[in-house]
């Protein structure tokens, strides 16, 4: 694994692989006084961000740093925006600066792989347009496999906004490969077209789609998308496709709730449901520092050394 | 050299004939002879298992002069024409400032006298600047010395019905007629590849074929009610062409022009996120290409035209979304339309003729083109080696850029010689420098 753009392109080994060295990650680090490892002394990190995105940004610098990298934030803008500096520039800059690793957030699906014909060091993509986060469906799966206790014949609802959402597509992908039911949920105007062959099954009835899941993966969306005639208005969205709690009581008792974040409250979920016992929410952004230090430390030392 | 005596040239996959051409037209023509004498001032070019076309005609051609000279000169587009076989083009007008006045058509035309490598004939753009709101003075660009019959807002759809509806009342008056990009701009907002399965897992939004069939429909129904002509630019969907043949045996005054890469590449290309595999309109599914094909071999598409658009480097070397759309077309259009018409063992040399020559030639009014051999034609011919091949190398092409979606491609049919009124403009393969005599 010389890179990570998509959870399509991984084997489900690699898959699981990422997931056990998470798992090795917080034992190791979690208790500890200093909780660092010194495994990337010595190699830089670039984090490249086209969006701005403290929470993901951070997550990674927290990553990288508990494994000792030197970490460098650098803030970017879009050559199609703002004419600013091309993408091919900045990496070549990147590669004299000699980055062993590019953590990129980009709004162009696509860019991540791009960067890779343009330098030597691994590309981790954090998040590409509409097109893939894996290591938010990696944290997604390791946390379901932390209170489901797996996720192999589990079902899982992915329910808003499919169209727009690279974490959809990222889980999608990596789910299905590790063998659970996904569910994709949403209005007809906010699934892609031509999607036959996907692993899932398609409902548009979120109440039917509750019944019988382990886990429900609710999407941000935005109020600006019913400006587009992707949906009437925002309280209609919210009414149909939004987890309020008679909605949690259609779940069974186990099942547990997920959000990407950041969320809209009052949209695609309740107040009282995000903040829940049953909701995942902080345990995700937990989690997902161990597995970005998983994924840093697998592409930079090809799992040698530990 | 305008008197030049070719011998022994397959014409059109007809027979072999020797044609001698005086002062750039066909003197005669006549059977193969060993030994026939010839005067001193006539060249003689050995044709001797080439095929005879007549020069190919371009409805479609991206010049970038003026305005992105960096991209492609009128010089430099025509050099790359002739190299691809062709004799004439037609220069579409989103150049900056826009052919939308007659200053701007003559200023164009001019420079495809002055560089001598293929007629340039100026396409006129329908509205002022492209915007599509007021009509650009299309009389004026008719009556001007590049006598434009073709008007285009090509880059843009001429998505408002009235001002299309106007357009063609207009041209009808001197039987000319509007090349309409077909593209429903609402439908489109922000598209950047088809849209369909790979554009729903590539996460690219989607250009979905409705927005091109939706305005060929409509404009079906405006030639007919106006009696007036309507072209269409790069047809790219299988149900555009049920559409058009549907016209077509109503009796509408329509023509169609597909693009060499819609008949050969797909939407899987943009897996690669390679911005050389973005166009506009987005290339399409297989079953599309497979119908366009049969549709090329049918007639019910007319002609194949480049939509050559050469774009500078960091145009191209970027993210998807952020790159321009085009790719590169006159010197791999022959060898794709071969393939796509069975192959050089198989290819009808007259159809092959007839989609990239004649027809080309009559929609655009190019009198003195698309002619087979005759005594009396302008001497406007394309020596092809039908069974040769060679490899796309994106810097050993004419044209300033090099954005090509068939690097590295072994093609078939190479062209030996193109003559522009007798005049080799390429000559062995390569392009002759003083084109001047
Ligand atoms: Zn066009």
């Not at chain 2, 080439?50 to 430099?76: F, I, M, Q």
């Not at chain 2, 690219?204 to 069939?213: F, H, I, M, R, T």
């Amino acid at each position: 694994m010389k890179h990570l753009l998509t959870t399509k392109e991984l084997s489900r080994e690699e898959a699981e692989l990422i997931l056990d060295v998470t798992e090795q990650m917080a034992e190791a680090v979690t208790g500890r006084e200093v909780p660092k490892l010194p495994a990337l002394r010595g190699r830089t990190v670039v984090n490249l961000f086209f969006e701005d995105s403290t929470r993901t940004r951070t997550s990674f610098e927290t990553a990288a740093k508990r494994l000792s990298a030197d970490v460098v934030n650098f803030a970017a803008k879009t050559s199609s925006v703002n004419k600013g500096e091309s993408l091919r520039d900045t990496a070549l800059t990147l590669q004299a600066m000699g980055a062993d690793a590019v953590v990129i957030r980009h709004p162009a699906a696509g860019a991540p792989q791009r960067l890779t014909e343009w330098i030597e060091g691994a590309v981790l993509n954090a998040g590409d347009g509409t097109h893939a986060h894996p290591t938010q469906a990696l944290l997604d799966a390791y946390t379901m496999k932390k209170r489901l206790g797996g996720v192999e014949g589990r079902t899982v609802a992915i329910v808003g906004d499919i169209l727009h959402s690279r974490v959809a597509r990222s889980n999608i992908w990596l789910l299905s490969k590790l063998g659970a039911h996904v569910r994709l949920v949403g209005p007809p105007t906010l699934l892609p077209k031509d999607i036959d062959d996907w692993p899932v099954e398609i409902g548009y009835d979120l109440d039917a789609s509750l019944k019988g899941v382990d886990a429900v993966m609710m999407l941000r969306v935005q109020r600006e998308r019913q400006n587009a005639a992707f949906f009437p208005t925002a309280n209609e969205y919210a009414r149909l496709y939004g987890l309020d709690e008679r909605r949690l009581a259609l779940m069974p008792d186990h099942a547990i709730v997920m959000h990407p974040g950041p969320m809209n409250r009052g949209m695609e979920i309740a107040a009282a449901v995000a903040d829940s016992p049953r909701a995942t929410i902080t345990e995700q952004v937990t989690n997902g520092v161990w597995v970005r230090m998983a994924v840093l430390y697998l592409l930079l030392t090809n799992g040698e050394s530990k | 050299m305008s008197n030049v005596l070719i011998k022994s040239a397959d014409i059109v996959g007809k027979g072999r004939r020797d044609v001698l051409v005086r002062d750039g037209r066909v003197a005669e023509i006549g059977s193969v002879s060993e030994k026939s004498t010839v005067a001193k001032d006539v060249e003689v070019v050995d044709a001797d298992g080439l095929v005879l076309l007549p020069g190919l005609v371009d409805l479609h051609t991206h010049l970038r002069e003026p305005g992105r000279e960096d991209a492609e000169t009128v010089l430099s587009g025509t050099r790359a024409a002739a190299k691809g076989g062709y004799t004439a083009v037609c220069a579409m007008a989103n150049s900056y400032p826009v052919a939308d006045t007659a200053g701007v058509v003559e200023q164009v035309a001019a420079l495809g006298r002055a560089a001598g490598y293929a007629d340039v004939q100026p396409i006129g753009a329908v509205s002022i600047g492209l915007e599509g709101k007021r009509l650009a003075e299309i009389g004026a660009m008719a009556q001007s010395a590049a006598a434009v019959r073709m008007f285009s807002d090509d880059g843009h759809c001429v998505h408002d019905p009235v001002l299309m509806r106007r357009a063609l009342e207009y041209v009808k008056t001197f039987d000319g007629l509007v090349a309409q990009h077909a593209e429903e701009p609402r439908l489109t907002e922000g598209a950047q590849m088809n849209e369909g399965a790979v554009s729903a897992e590539l996460g690219l939004p989607g250009w979905p074929s409705v927005a091109e069939e939706a305005i060929i429909a409509r404009d079906v129904l405006l030639a007919e009610y106006t009696g007036a002509r309507v072209h269409f630019c790069h047809v790219s969907t299988a149900r555009s062409v049920d559409i058009i043949r549907e016209a077509k045996a109503r009796g509408a005054k329509v023509t169609a022009e597909v693009c060499p890469h819609h008949l050969l590449l797909t939407d899987e290309a943009a897996r690669s996120y390679d911005p050389v595999y973005k166009v506009n309109p987005p290339l399409r599914r297989e079953a599309d290409v497979a119908v366009l094909r049969a549709a090329l071999v049918e007639g019910v598409i007319d002609a194949v035209a480049t939509d050559h658009a050469p774009h500078a480097p960091q145009d191209k070397e970027c993210e998807w979304a952020a790159a321009r759309p085009g790719m590169l077309g006159l010197e791999t259009a022959l060898s794709i339309s071969v393939l796509a018409l069975g192959g050089p063992a198989e290819v009808d040399w007259d159809v092959l003729a007839e989609r990239t020559s004649r027809t080309p030639a009559r929609i655009a009014g190019l009198e003195a083109h698309g002619r087979d051999p005759q005594p009396g034609t302008e001497a406007n011919f394309t020596l092809v080696d039908p069974s040769a091949t060679w490899t796309v190398v994106p810097e050993g092409l004419a044209s300033l850029s090099r954005n090509t979606p068939y690097a590295g491609m072994e093609l078939p049919v190479t062209v030996q010689a193109t003559f522009l009124r007798g005049r080799a403009t390429v000559l062995n393969g390569k392009i002759e420098e003083e084109t001047h005599s």
